[in-house]
Nanobody, 127 residues
Framework: QVQLVESGGGLVQAGGSLRLSCVFS????????MGWFRQAPGKEREFVAA???????????YYADSVKGRFTVSRDVAKNTLYLQMNSLKPEDTAVYYC?????????????????WGQGTQVTVSS
């Protein structure tokens, strides 16, 4: 049974950092495309970052323009865990953050491209 459990959210001041974790069970994380999405109140769920499954050509990472240069997505295969390191946080980064798994490489930036979702973790950035 596939399960994703996020943690690491919280309240931080603007300019601060947080690291989100997503423990993935039921599949080997290196064989699955993984992504982070976020949803602010009254807004649609939006893509944040993704890392593709490891293939013969390696693996790729993708970022939304709004977080490029500030956020870093990574995984620890031994721990079967996905991470999102968030630096230089801004109030507009406030949202519930979700990790997702599955889908195809072509759809890693699209929410509907994923098969499995975690329950979300709240990130609040104060100004």
């Amino acid at each position: 049974q596939v399960q994703l459990v996020e943690s690491g959210g919280g309240l931080v001041q603007a300019g601060g950092s947080l690291r989100l974790s997503c423990v993935f069970s039921g599949r080997t994380i290196s064989t699955v495309n993984m992504g982070w999405f976020r949803q602010a109140p009254g807004k649609e769920r939006e893509f944040v970052a993704a890392i593709t499954a490891i293939s013969w050509s390696g693996s790729s990472t993708y970022y939304a323009d709004s977080v490029k240069g500030r956020f870093t997505v990574s995984r620890d295969v031994a721990k079967n865990t996905l991470y999102l390191q968030m630096n230089s946080l801004k109030p507009e980064d406030t949202a519930v953050y979700y990790c997702a798994a599955g889908g195809t490489r072509a759809g890693v930036t699209i929410a509907t491209g994923y098969d499995y979702w975690g329950q979300g973790t709240q990130v609040t950035v104060s100004s």
